[in-house]
C-alpha cells in the first residue's frame, strides 16, 4: 500500500509564499515522476509542476518563475516553493507520483487547500 503525506497549505496574502511537500511511503519503488497538479472550484485539475527522476523540473506556464520544484529522492519526497503567490493560485493542490516498473503505477495525495487572499 502506498501513502502520499501532503502538508504545507494555508491562507496567506497575495504576494506571499508557501512551502508544499509530499512524502511518499509504504510498498513504492521506482519512483519515476514526482509533481504537484491543482484543482480550483469549477475548474478541471492542472498541471503545475513535474520532475523526472534525475531530470529538470517542467512548469506550467502560470507558474513559472514564481513556483520551484525539487526532491529529494532518499526521502521519496517532494517539494513545491511558491512565492509571489496570487489569489488565482488558490486551488487544492494535489501531489502526483509515477512509479513502478515501467511507470506503471500512479498514486495521487489526499490533496491540500491553499488560499490566496487579503
Known amino acids: 500500500q502506498v501513502q502520499l503525506v501532503e502538508s504545507g497549505g494555508g491562507l496567506v496574502q497575495p504576494g506571499g509564499s508557501l512551502r508544499l511537500s509530499c512524502a511518499a511511503s509504504?510498498?513504492?519503488?521506482?519512483?519515476?515522476?514526482m509533481g504537484w497538479y491543482r484543482q480550483a472550484p469549477g475548474k478541471q485539475r492542472e498541471l503545475v509542476a513535474t520532475i523526472l527522476s534525475g531530470g529538470s523540473p517542467n512548469y506550467a506556464s502560470s507558474v513559472k518563475g514564481r513556483f520551484t520544484l525539487s526532491r529529494d529522492n532518499a526521502k521519496n519526497t517532494v517539494y513545491l516553493q511558491m512565492n509571489s503567490l496570487k489569489p488565482e493560485d488558490t486551488a487544492v493542490y494535489y501531489c502526483n507520483i509515477i512509479w513502478g516498473p515501467g511507470a506503471r503505477y500512479h498514486s495521487w495525495g489526499q490533496g491540500t487547500q491553499v488560499t490566496v487572499s487579503s
Open positions: 509504504g510498498s513504492i519503488f521506482s519512483i519515476n515522476v
